[in-house]
C-alpha cells in the first residue's frame, strides 16, 4: 500500500523541490530551467519569504506548494498567499493535492491567518473542484488586476 506523506519542507529538500518547481513553470508555459528554478527557492528558503510543503508517496516527492505571507490591513491580520500547487503525473488522483491543501489550511490557521488566497486558471477546472470541495470560495467582490514594468 501506498504511503502518502505531507510536510514542511527543509532545506536538504530542495533539490527535489526545484525538480518539482520546473515541471511546474513548464505547465506554465516557461522554458525548463532547474538552475533558474533551484536559485528562486534557495532565495525563498534563505530569507524565509515562503513557507514550502513537500508531498511524497513511499519517500518519493511527487508534489509541493508553496505560501507566501501577507496582511491584510481591512482584516488587521496575516494571510497566506498559495501561489504554487504541483502535483507531478504519478501522483495525481490519489488524493495528495487534498491532503496537501489540508496541511496547508492547518499551518494557515495555526498561524493566526485570517484566510489563504489563491489563482486559479480559469481552463484548470479539476483544480477548481478540488477546491470547492475544500470549501474554498470564489471571490465574488474584487476583480483582480497586474500591473507589469513594460505596460502590458
Not at 92 to 101: C, N
Request: no cysteine; proline share 2%; glycine share 4%.
Amino acid at each position: 500500500m501506498s504511503n502518502i506523506t505531507i510536510r514542511q519542507a527543509i532545506f536538504t529538500d530542495l533539490d527535489n523541490i526545484a525538480e518539482l518547481f520546473d515541471q511546474h513553470r513548464m505547465l506554465q508555459g516557461k522554458n525548463s530551467d532547474v538552475f533558474a528554478a533551484r536559485a528562486f527557492l534557495r532565495e525563498r528558503f534563505n530569507h524565509g519569504d515562503s513557507v514550502v510543503f513537500i508531498a511524497q508517496k513511499n519517500s518519493e516527492a511527487l508534489g509541493f506548494a508553496q505560501l507566501y505571507p501577507s496582511y491584510s490591513s481591512t482584516s488587521l491580520a496575516r494571510v497566506f498567499i498559495l501561489n504554487d500547487l504541483f502535483i507531478a503525473e504519478p501522483g495525481r488522483r490519489q488524493g495528495m493535492a487534498t491532503k496537501l491543501l489540508a496541511s496547508l489550511e492547518a499551518y494557515a490557521w495555526a498561524h493566526g491567518a485570517a484566510r489563504l488566497t489563491l489563482h486559479v486558471d480559469k481552463s484548470n477546472l479539476s483544480a477548481q473542484a478540488l477546491y470547492k470541495d475544500r470549501r474554498w470560495s470564489e471571490d465574488q467582490q474584487f476583480f483582480m488586476y497586474h500591473r507589469f514594468p513594460d505596460g502590458n
